[in-house]
């Protein structure tokens, strides 16, 4: 199982007024859904937000549906050795609907049946590297460029900044000295998971597998231990999910408008590597 033995207070649902929605990443073992279900949707209601974003454990799944949550992904590797269950609550009904679905699960079909292409080598004058706290204003600016709404500040420089303090390991592609794309690992050494995401690349840079290329230095960075190594990819777009894919993390589900990206309420495809089997080492940081 994952990791929910920690005090009650450390899962503390998380009030997301810039996605309208509560997130609760975990909670003590021993907790009981009929008590802690109720709780949050009142807490939902109370706080005028559209959505609960719960990850559960598998053996609560039916009692939590039971007051109206219901499942849109999982984290799970192999044999099921490490589980967590996405669920979602809907106060809002129409956050509940997805009029892109059907679209979004014709790209999933087509990302896995068209052959995979080796990727081609990094183009001359390209360069891949960590990146430290000197590269906020810059990592800021590329996520801003490239997205018009982001579901975290990252138009706020010192916002990512705190972030490399906090132990998330960026990684960005330059050309000459540039910044022309950037991703980023976010360990979890309490829930023993690592998101892989903030991939961005600006537009004359695109095609040249920068995301693949970077996302993979970031798996270096995380290695010989226990993380889940998962992604959230906008449902909307076959470019990163076919990277993902490629990459070979598997598809485990959907969250519905699940977040304010690019503009709007998006749905966000659950991706898992199949090597999840990582442990954080210290970040090795490149000087400017």
Same mark, same amino acid.
């Given at each position: 199982?994952?990791?929910?033995? +920690?005090? *009650? ?14 997130? =609760?990443?975990? #909670? ?5 859904? +009929?008590?802690?279900?109720?709780? !949050? ?10 959505? @609960? ?6 053996? %609560? @799944? ?17 044999? #099921?050795?490490?589980?967590? =269950?996405? /669920? ?22 087509? =990302? ?37 709404? #982001? ?12 972030? @490399? ?14 910044? *022309? ?22 537009? %004359? #840079? ?12 970031? &798996?270096?960075? *995380? ?32 969250? @519905? $408008? $699940? ?6 309420? &998006? %749905?966000? $495809? ?5 090597? +999840?089997? =990582?442990? /954080? ?5 490149? !000087?400017?």
């Amino acid at each position: 199982m994952l990791n929910t033995t +920690s005090p *009650v207070s450390f899962f503390n649902p998380i009030t997301d007024e810039r996605n309208k929605r509560l997130v =609760v990443n975990g #909670y003590a073992q021993g907790t009981k859904p +009929s008590l802690f279900g109720p709780h !949050l949707i009142h807490l939902a209601l109370t706080r005028k937000l559209e959505k @609960i974003w719960l990850w559960a454990l598998p053996a %609560d @799944i039916s009692e939590f549906m039971q007051y109206g949550f219901r499942i849109e992904g999982s984290l799970f590797r192999g044999n #099921y050795e490490e589980f967590a =269950v996405s /669920l979602a609550y809907y106060v809002s009904e129409s956050r509940g609907h997805s009029h892109k679905l059907q679209a979004e699960i014709n790209i999933i079909h087509n =990302v896995r049946t068209v052959p995979l292409k080796r990727s081609e080598h990094l183009p001359p004058g390209i360069e891949l590297k960590l990146l430290n706290e000197s590269y906020a204003q810059r990592i800021s600016q590329i996520l801003t460029r490239v997205f018009i709404s #982001y579901p975290s500040p990252v138009e706020n420089p010192q916002y990512i900044r705190s972030l @490399i303090q906090d132990g998330i390991i960026f990684a960005g592609a330059l050309s000459k000295n540039q910044l *022309v794309s950037v991703a980023a690992a976010y360990p979890d050494p309490i829930l023993n998971r690592c998101e892989m995401t903030d991939c961005a690349t600006l537009e %004359d #840079y695109r095609g040249l597998s920068l995301s693949e290329s970077l996302l993979w230095l970031l &798996e270096q960075e *995380v290695n010989n231990g226990s993380f889940i190594i998962y992604t959230l990819a906008r449902a909307q777009s076959y470019g990163m999910n076919r990277v993902f894919h490629k990459l070979g993390y598997s598809y485990q589900g959907c969250l @519905i $408008n $699940n977040c304010h990206i690019a503009g709007s309420f &998006e %749905d966000m $495809n659950i991706w898992v590597s199949s090597n +999840s089997s =990582v442990q /954080l080492t210290t970040p090795r940081l490149v !000087l400017p």
